[in-house]
């Protein structure tokens, strides 16, 4: 298993392009089950989820077309034309609870699927009732039977209304889906409104689909029979954008981060802004400035978009472990989201965590140490400690990692980091 080995204390400088979104492309790769036309999706990133999500797509009989990388980067044109297998097997979905994200479009153009059950994660159980239940509004039948979830819509999905007692990404993206191809009009209310929805939106209406609310808590679909060929840009990956400015805070680096999307991140720029980063934006360039003052404690909440993401929250907690006072961090999307909090403690960090709060009282320094990461952020957050602790880190289970950063060491290095990859 690969790990990272990181020597503490340099100082960086340089540019970084930022990669597609991870959480818009994997949607947006299940949407084109929706159509027996081609879809050509531009800006995807390279990871390993994308690398599942496509190992999931092929298995239920989507062909894939990988286009030279142009100054868009990786294009990939993916055909659900010939679909000859309606199950997401649980070898797969256990290691991608994304996977779940193929049972609304399964549904909507069969009219059946049979989707594993994605089990837990680190970071919680992280259940899929709210999937059932927006699906079930539209006249889904779903069974539980050996772990998986058998859904059936023989006359076709219709119409429905549905209001999610909580926001929740998964499910708002997989109902959207699903109401695309329903027969009659679908009213989603305190639908979640992350940029990544947005995303999806705007391909499932280049597609063809009638969609109203885009970027509100309530969206109206009304239904089509089907849709066409489209091609789409990934949105930028403003955690991915977000975890590198935090990485500027911690280590008083001047990072040019370019093909960013800055009204996406308005929430993590602000919490950043005040533990002392000051940056300036142009378009879809930031460029943060050289640190002159001590990093300053915060109190932030997580919250959906646009509050302060809950995927920022172990990269903002590493920052805070070096804060001139006491942060308050209080976690409200999942139950478990502290697992890096043992792992930088090992760093030398004082944290105490009662319940969903962190209290994060800053340390004169940390030290290098061997740490384990547990989940794709906790990763982060212990590569943030690492580049300013004294001495050397060694990151095992880098694997966590590889499923969200797109070559972050070798970015890294170009910025003057003392990191490397070990096999
Ligand atoms: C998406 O996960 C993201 N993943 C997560 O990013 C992100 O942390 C999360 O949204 C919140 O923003 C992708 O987009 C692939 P939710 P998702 O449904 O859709 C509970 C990363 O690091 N819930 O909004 O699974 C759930 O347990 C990943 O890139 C139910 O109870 O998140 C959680 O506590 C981690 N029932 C809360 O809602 C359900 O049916 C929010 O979950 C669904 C969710």
Request: glycine letters at 8%; a negative charge.
């Given at each position: 298993m690969d790990k990272l080995r990181i020597v503490g204390g340099k100082p960086l400088h340089g540019t970084i392009r930022i990669a597609g979104a991870k959480n818009a492309a994997l949607p947006l790769m299940a949407?084109?089950?929706?159509?027996e036309r081609p879809v050509r999706l531009r800006n995807l990133p390279y990871l390993a989820d994308i690398v599942t999500m496509g190992k999931l797509l092929r298995q239920h009989g989507v062909t894939f077309h990988m286009h030279d990388a142009g100054e868009r980067g990786r294009e990939i044109t993916l055909h659900?034309?010939?679909?000859?297998n309606l199950t997401a097997p649980y070898d797969i979905v256990r290691t991608m609870r994304?996977?779940?994200?193929v049972l609304g479009p399964l549904l909507a153009r069969f009219g059946k699927a049979r989707v594993s059950l994605p089990g837990g994660c680190a970071i919680g159980t992280r259940p899929v009732d709210l999937h059932l239940k927006a699906l079930e509004a539209m006249g889904a039948e779903i069974d539980v039977k050996e772990g998986y979830?058998?859904?059936?819509a023989p006359q076709g999905l219709k119409g429905g209304d549905f209001t999610f007692p909580q926001v929740s990404v998964g499910a708002t993206e997989n109902a959207l889906m699903a109401a695309v191809l329903a027969d009659g009009t679908t009213r989603l209310s305190n639908a979640a409104r992350e940029p990544e929805i947005r995303d999806l939106a705007h391909l499932l209406q280049a597609m063809g689909a009638q969609i109203e609310g885009i970027d509100t808590s309530e969206l109206i679909i009304h239904g089509v029979t089907q849709l066409h060929a489209a091609t789409h840009d990934v949105l930028p990956d403003r955690i991915e954008a977000g975890s590198y400015l935090a990485i500027a805070a911690m280590t008083g680096g001047e990072l040019t981060l370019e093909h960013c999307q800055p009204d996406d991140m308005r929430a993590t720029l602000a919490a950043l802004e005040q533990t002392g980063l000051h940056t300036q934006i142009d378009g879809t360039t930031i460029r943060t400035l050289p640190r002159t003052a001590p990093l300053q404690p915060v109190h932030i909440t997580t919250e959906p978009h646009?509050?302060?993401?809950t995927d920022m929250q172990a990269q903002l907690m590493a920052v805070l472990c070096c804060a001139n006072g006491t942060s308050q961090l209080t976690e409200t999307i999942f139950e478990n989201r502290y697992m890096h909090v043992p792992e930088l403690a090992r760093m030398g960090a004082d944290i105490t965590v009662k319940g969903q709060m962190a209290s994060i009282t800053g340390v004169e320094k940390l030290t290098g140490a061997e740490v384990m990461a547990t989940d794709l952020r906790a990763s982060l957050s212990l590569v943030i400690a690492a580049l300013v602790a004294e001495g050397e880190t060694i990151i095992n289970r880098v694997y966590h990692l590889d499923r969200g950063y797109e070559r972050l060491e070798d970015k890294l290095k170009l910025c003057g980091a003392d990191i490397e990859r070990m096999h």
């Amino acid at each position: 298993m690969d790990k990272l080995r990181i020597v503490g204390g340099k100082p960086l400088h340089g540019t970084i392009r930022i990669a597609g979104a991870k959480n818009a492309a994997l949607p947006l790769m299940a949407a084109c089950l929706l159509s027996e036309r081609p879809v050509r999706l531009r800006n995807l990133p390279y990871l390993a989820d994308i690398v599942t999500m496509g190992k999931l797509l092929r298995q239920h009989g989507v062909t894939f077309h990988m286009h030279d990388a142009g100054e868009r980067g990786r294009e990939i044109t993916l055909h659900a034309e010939k679909i000859d297998n309606l199950t997401a097997p649980y070898d797969i979905v256990r290691t991608m609870r994304a996977s779940v994200l193929v049972l609304g479009p399964l549904l909507a153009r069969f009219g059946k699927a049979r989707v594993s059950l994605p089990g837990g994660c680190a970071i919680g159980t992280r259940p899929v009732d709210l999937h059932l239940k927006a699906l079930e509004a539209m006249g889904a039948e779903i069974d539980v039977k050996e772990g998986y979830l058998d859904a059936k819509a023989p006359q076709g999905l219709k119409g429905g209304d549905f209001t999610f007692p909580q926001v929740s990404v998964g499910a708002t993206e997989n109902a959207l889906m699903a109401a695309v191809l329903a027969d009659g009009t679908t009213r989603l209310s305190n639908a979640a409104r992350e940029p990544e929805i947005r995303d999806l939106a705007h391909l499932l209406q280049a597609m063809g689909a009638q969609i109203e609310g885009i970027d509100t808590s309530e969206l109206i679909i009304h239904g089509v029979t089907q849709l066409h060929a489209a091609t789409h840009d990934v949105l930028p990956d403003r955690i991915e954008a977000g975890s590198y400015l935090a990485i500027a805070a911690m280590t008083g680096g001047e990072l040019t981060l370019e093909h960013c999307q800055p009204d996406d991140m308005r929430a993590t720029l602000a919490a950043l802004e005040q533990t002392g980063l000051h940056t300036q934006i142009d378009g879809t360039t930031i460029r943060t400035l050289p640190r002159t003052a001590p990093l300053q404690p915060v109190h932030i909440t997580t919250e959906p978009h646009p509050g302060f993401p809950t995927d920022m929250q172990a990269q903002l907690m590493a920052v805070l472990c070096c804060a001139n006072g006491t942060s308050q961090l209080t976690e409200t999307i999942f139950e478990n989201r502290y697992m890096h909090v043992p792992e930088l403690a090992r760093m030398g960090a004082d944290i105490t965590v009662k319940g969903q709060m962190a209290s994060i009282t800053g340390v004169e320094k940390l030290t290098g140490a061997e740490v384990m990461a547990t989940d794709l952020r906790a990763s982060l957050s212990l590569v943030i400690a690492a580049l300013v602790a004294e001495g050397e880190t060694i990151i095992n289970r880098v694997y966590h990692l590889d499923r969200g950063y797109e070559r972050l060491e070798d970015k890294l290095k170009l910025c003057g980091a003392d990191i490397e990859r070990m096999h």
